[in-house]
Structure formats: C-alpha cells, structure tokens
C-alpha cells in the first residue's frame, strides 16, 4: 500500500471515530435528558451558567458532574448519574455492572471504550 492510501486510509479511520464519539454523546446526552427530572431545563440551565457544552461532555464529564453537583448537591446528583448510567447502559446494550464501581466521569470513560471497542468490531 502506498504512503498516500496509508493516509487516506488513516483519515477514513480517523472520521469513523470521531462519528463514532460523536454518536456517543449525542447518546449521552440522551441519557441525561432522560435520566434528570427536567433534563432540558437543567442542562440548559449548565450551558447558559458555566461551562457546560452538550456537544462535549463525553470529553468533560467532570466538568459536567461539577457543575451538576453545584446546581443538585452531591446526594441527589449521585442519584441522578446513576440513572444515568444505567440509561447509557441500555442505549449501548453493556452491562452495568462493567462500571458500577466507577465514579460517573470514570464510567463514561469506560462506556465509551466499550462503545468504540464495539464500532471497530461492528465494521
């Protein structure tokens, strides 16, 4: 293969991945509209008060669990990410239990591992 298909190759795989993470935020962020009471309204509320983006926080999940906590307090945000999770869980067909013991930022690290791990075995 030349150098040049290398890299063509390389941006094909480069542009599934970032599809690929993409897909897995708009997921997450699904899971938080779904998880939260009144999903729209708090995360709106994030976006407009702090720094909060809804397209990057499966990049800063603790950035969003922060300012989660700030808004909710830790005991009910702690209620809430794990709703959640375990919403994100189903939408990406894992099994909780992979990441229960994580902390919310960590879980999302590792769901979207298991999701990407999943594309790659999928194409």
Same mark, same amino acid.
């Given at each position: 293969?030349?150098?040049?298909?290398?890299?063509?190759?390389?941006?094909? %795989?480069? /542009?599934?991945?970032?599809? /690929? &993470?993409?897909? =897995?935020?708009?997921?997450?962020?699904? +899971?938080?509209?779904? !998880?939260?009471?009144? %999903?729209?309204?708090?995360?709106? =509320?994030?976006?407009?008060? +702090?720094?909060? &983006?809804?397209?990057? $926080? /499966?990049?800063?999940?603790?950035? =969003?669990?922060?300012?989660?906590?700030?808004?909710?307090?830790?005991?009910?945000?702690?209620?809430?990410?794990?709703? $959640?999770?375990?919403?994100?869980? !189903?939408? *990406? %067909? $894992?099994?909780?239990?992979?990441?229960? /013991? *994580?902390? =919310?930022?960590?879980?999302? &690290?590792? +769901?979207?591992?298991?999701?990407?791990?999943?594309?790659?075995? !999928?194409?």
């Amino acid at each position: 293969m030349s150098e040049k298909q290398t890299n063509q190759k390389k941006k094909l %795989g480069d /542009a599934s991945l970032n599809e /690929a &993470k993409k897909k =897995f935020n708009e997921l997450l962020v699904e +899971s938080i509209l779904e !998880g939260l009471d009144f %999903g729209e309204v708090v995360l709106r =509320f994030l976006e407009l008060k +702090s720094q909060v &983006k809804r397209d990057s $926080i /499966a990049e800063k999940p603790e950035l =969003f669990v922060e300012k989660l906590e700030d808004l909710l307090g830790v005991w009910m945000a702690d209620i809430f990410e794990e709703r $959640i999770l375990r919403i994100l869980c !189903g939408k *990406l %067909g $894992i099994e909780y239990s992979v990441i229960d /013991a *994580l902390t =919310f930022s960590n879980a999302v &690290k590792k +769901s979207l591992k298991e999701y990407l791990k999943t594309c790659q075995n !999928g194409t």
